[in-house]
């Protein structure tokens, strides 16, 4: 693999991340607490990295045999994320205990770290569609060392943008703690806005699809 092709992969897989989505409203709900937005991102970065294994695994070729599965997985996703935004906005934020919050326990905000990046269409549409390009069989690297690599850049990158995000919003925060409650609306209505988003986009191209069988 020629650092050509990996600055390449890099940068495809950068523009993917940076586009905002459920990743990042996730990562900014992480940064109106104190002390999980580790546990946080590291759970997404532990869901991305399991989607490619799952897809160097094969997941990915019965993805694009069944073509029902990549909207049953992304509707999951879209309800997950919805759920979680309305929970957001039923529950005030206090500007003077936000920052020290413990309603949720690290490991809960790891686990739904991963929930969310499972269920995350884009990330499991980047595994699928761009890492495979990049990967040659008669590379002396072999396939399995290449995706290690791939991954591992990918995996990477997401650890330092979404932790930019959460720490960047705490520190926000932290210096304008009156700002809280907008932001905990903010980051509830991004989910909500989101997940109510891609459903909408679902059931259009699956209506407009049987319409013109």
Known sequence: ???????SFWLISFLFIISPGMDWAYAISAGTTKRYV?????????GHLLIILLIAGGMGSLIQKLPLSLPIITSLGALYLLWQGISRLRTPANPLDT?????????????????????????IMLIIAILPQFIHPQSSWGV???????GGIHCATC??????VG?????????????????????GFA???IGLLLLVDILTKQFTHYVNI
């Open 191 to 193: 989910m909500a806005s």
């Open 1 to 7: 693999m020629t650092l050509s092709l990996l600055t």
């Open 38 to 46: 580790l546990p946080a991102v590291s759970g997404m970065v532990v």
């Open 159 to 164: 650890l330092v943008i979404y932790l930019t």
């Open 144 to 150: 399995p060392l290449q995706i290690t690599v791939l």
């Open 99 to 123: 920052l020290t919050s413990t309603s949720y326990s690290p490991i809960q905000w790891f686990r739904k770290g991963i929930t969310i990046s499972l269920l995350n269409p884009k990330v």
């Open 167 to 187: 720490y960047g919003m705490q520190y926000l925060l932290s210096i304008y703690p009156q700002a809280t409650n907008y932001v905990n609306y903010l980051s």
